[in-house]
């Protein structure tokens, strides 16, 4: 069980070289609970996404992540939020449960626990049998998941994901879907953006459509 | 607390991070071995027998001496800023950057270990030439032995600056990181005119120390000694400043740099460090003209959008064409040096303006995409190198003659200008590594393939070199006429292997 933490997003827009990337944007989201980010391909999804993992700076406006704003560099920060935008890097030589093993252990368990944690997350993923596989010998499906497990092997309070139901089945999807749905009932606090409208409808508790940034004429 | 963390996950894994087998480790130690007895020990004699020269100890001995010392601790410096924001001293590979660094632990805890051993390297880099010439000067030199023992003591605690300094530019902004560079640089400058400025110099600190035949102070040892324990204890600090985004942007180009030299690649080890477009967005860089400037108004704005690296390219082209004017002018002397140097350099400068040709490549083994033929594309893309080596090159060699050489062959340094845009042609269209160079050569000290590799992709270097000197010894013998003949056969063969590559596809 997780305490979650609120998110508070005012007047934040981005913008690089005078183009926007992302049209204003303001919300505010209790703890524990979740809110869907959809919109067209460049209307600023992965963007906003970005900004509230700390790993953006906004071009205006502030963000609040339990009450403080987002910093990479503060360590309170990186324990209260984990994201899954993009690939995350992955070791060639490790195996999938070395992976998860060395990502708990950072975060402070014990190795024993690490690895049982490790070997429990993969066979909630349904990965359990590739546990002993390198990242290069998955299949697209099997990657994505593994990416989530990297996500969701360490804590957090604030979980920020890009299309976590990319290049998954329906049953993936159904899987993943329930599994975000349980770490929302248990504290976290959940942004997505997704293009899938049964993800959208079974996890959100709020639906925020961007829309595409206009770049001055 | 920390530190047990660090321990249980350096025993879980970080140890394994790389996949090295005790053979391998032990491969790596014999090569290590074989190394050091190979070249190094030759290497470190071969020094001492020429600094121990009496010529060259009584420049070392000579007052004068310092102020080069000065200008190389200044140089030191700079590069420890620029390196910062290339290869940071407090770097893990990606996945530990994200899952070590990027965890809970205040990154003091989490990435001291990388940091001071980058440190280390750094200073065994530059404390051991010091103790070199420190010995020379104190054994065989006749200097004074405690005031060569300080010059090695002040190097390493000025070497242990540096690294604090690497390490502060590491988590510096580029903008800052250029204004740290233009500061330290301006601060060098100030003691030419205010030399009672001379002692707030870092520079100055380390050639105050340096054991010629004035007497020894001990001003810069205390001072080079406070800077030090001040940098020291800033460590922690600036660790934990260091921003996630660039350190794992870091960890991804060192790892992709370090997996393509593996493999030999070295045109796309270099590649990653090729800087990306920051300005000048809207610049039109399509006009309605002729095709031909069209693609040289659309290749010359991808430059100007690189500004550092159109400056550096430009740069470095003008001094390749000073470089081989006055090489082409030194009679008697060792002159071939200067025009391979400058044929080098034009190569390497001309790297900024020849994206178009690597484009042109690209397209000759893909889809068509223009409606153009390859040999189209590559005259066209052409245009932008052409006239930037012709000007450039050509701006150097006036420079030469304001400088006081004699320009009795502007027939070679033009054909050599031309000569490096075929060069770059050339390597835009060479294929891929043959696997047939990967093929093991066994020999006593291991796998000499690396050798073979390594020719074949320095072959434009070598090229570059070998036309340079071979058009300055043809001046001398045969005058610049033939010379001129020379390099452009040489271009000539190039281009035609060059355009059948590229027809090929």
């Given at each position: 069980m997780t305490t979650g933490s609120g998110i508070v997003v005012e007047g934040v827009t981005v913008s690089r070289g005078g183009l926007p990337l992302l049209a204003p944007v303001d919300f505010a989201l209790e703890p524990a609970s979740s809110l869907a980010l959809s919109g067209h391909?460049?209307?600023g999804k992965t963007t906003l996404l970005r900004v509230l993992a700390g790993l953006t700076p906004p071009t205006t406006g502030r963000v609040l992540i339990g009450g403080a704003p987002t910093n990479e560099r503060d360590p309170r920060f990186r324990a209260r939020v984990a994201a899954l935008i993009g690939l995350p890097p992955l070791a060639r030589n490790l195996t999938l449960t070395e992976h998860l093993t060395l990502i708990r252990v950072s975060w402070g368990a014990t190795t024993r626990d690490a690895a049982a944690g490790a070997r429990q997350l993969l066979s909630d993923l349904r990965l359990e049998n590739l546990g002993?596989?390198?990242?290069?010998?998955?299949s697209s499906g099997q990657t994505q998941l593994f990416c989530l497990a990297v996500t969701l092997a360490r804590p957090f309070e604030v979980l920020l994901l890009d299309?976590?139901?990319?290049?998954?089945d329906g049953d993936r999807r159904e899987l993943v879907t329930a599994m975000l749905l349980t770490l929302k009932n248990d504290g976290t606090t959940v942004v997505f953006a997704s293009h899938n409208a049964t993800m959208i409808s079974t996890l959100a508790d709020a639906t925020l459509a961007l829309r595409e940034p206009v770049a001055p004429a | 607390m920390s530190s047990d963390r660090l321990r249980t996950l350096r025993r879980a894994g970080i140890g394994h991070q790389d996949g090295r087998t005790l053979q391998d480790s032990a491969y790596v130690l014999y090569m290590g071995v074989l190394l050091a007895a190979i070249v190094g020990i030759p290497a470190v004699r071969a020094a001492t027998v020429l600094l121990a020269q009496p010529a060259v100890l009584a420049t070392l001995r000579d007052p004068a001496a310092s102020d080069a010392v000065y200008l190389v601790a200044t140089a030191i410096l700079l590069v420890a800023i620029l390196m910062g924001g290339v290869r940071g001293p407090a770097l893990l590979n990606p996945f530990l950057t994200v899952a070590v660094a990027g965890n809970d632990l205040p990154r003091r805890y989490s990435l001291r270990r990388p940091f001071h051993l980058s440190q280390m390297v750094m200073a065994a880099i530059l404390v051991v030439p010091a103790t070199l010439l420190a010995f020379i000067l104190g054994v065989t030199g006749g200097g004074n032995l405690v005031h060569c023992l300080v010059f090695v003591l002040g190097s390493a605690l000025f070497a242990t600056s540096a690294g604090v300094l690497w390490l502060w530019s590491q988590q510096l902004r580029k903008s800052r990181r250029a204004l740290l560079a233009g500061a330290l640089a301006a601060v060098t400058v100030i003691p030419l005119l205010?030399?009672?400025?001379?002692?707030?110099?870092?520079s100055a600190w380390i050639a105050g120390l340096w054991p010629d035949e004035s007497p020894m102070s001990w001003w810069p040892l205390v001072v080079v000694a406070f800077a030090t324990v001040a940098a020291l204890a800033a460590v922690p600090r600036l660790l934990d400043n260091l921003d996630g985004v660039e350190l794992l942007s870091q960890a991804h180009r060192w790892q992709s740099v370090g997996t393509l030299g593996y493999v030999g690649d070295f045109a796309g080890a270099f590649g990653q460090f090729r800087a990306k477009p920051s300005v000048g967005?809207?610049?039109?860089?399509?006009?309605?003209?002729?095709p031909l400037v069209q693609f040289f108004v659309a290749d010359l704005v991808g430059t100007f959008r690189v500004p550092v690296r159109f400056i550096t390219g430009a740069m470095t082209l003008l001094l390749a064409g000073f470089v081989s004017t006055l090489g082409l002018d030194?009679?008697?002397?060792?002159?071939w040096m200067l025009p391979a140097c400058g044929a080098l350099l034009g190569y390497l400068g001309l790297g900024v303006f020849s994206d178009g040709f690597r484009h042109a490549a690209d397209s000759a083994h893909g889809?068509?995409?223009?409606?153009?033929s390859n040999r189209q594309l590559v005259a066209f893309h052409a245009a932008l190198p052409g006239v930037c080596a012709v000007t450039f090159v050509g701006l150097g060699e006036l420079l030469a003659y304001l400088a006081g050489?004699?320009?009795?062959?502007p027939g070679v340094i033009t054909a050599l200008a031309v000569f490096i845009v075929v060069l770059r042609l050339y390597d835009a269209a060479k294929p891929d590594l043959?696997?047939?160079?990967?093929t093991p050569v066994p020999t006593p000290a291991g796998d000499a393939s690396g050798l073979v590799i390594l020719f074949w992709q320095a072959d434009s270097v070598l090229v570059a070199l070998g036309v340079g000197a071979a058009a300055s010894a043809v001046v001398g013998a045969a005058g610049p006429p033939a010379a001129v003949l020379v390099v452009l056969a040489a271009g000539s063969a190039l281009l035609l292997y060059a355009l059948r590559r590229l027809s090929a596809g």
């Open positions: 391909n460049g209307a002993s596989r390198f990242p290069h010998e998955l299309e976590p139901e990319q290049r998954l | 205010f030399p009672r400025a001379l002692p707030f110099v870092p967005r809207r610049w039109r860089a399509v006009l309605a003209a002729p030194a009679a008697g002397h060792p002159g889809p068509s995409v223009y409606r153009y050489a004699s320009i009795d062959s043959p696997v047939a160079l990967m």
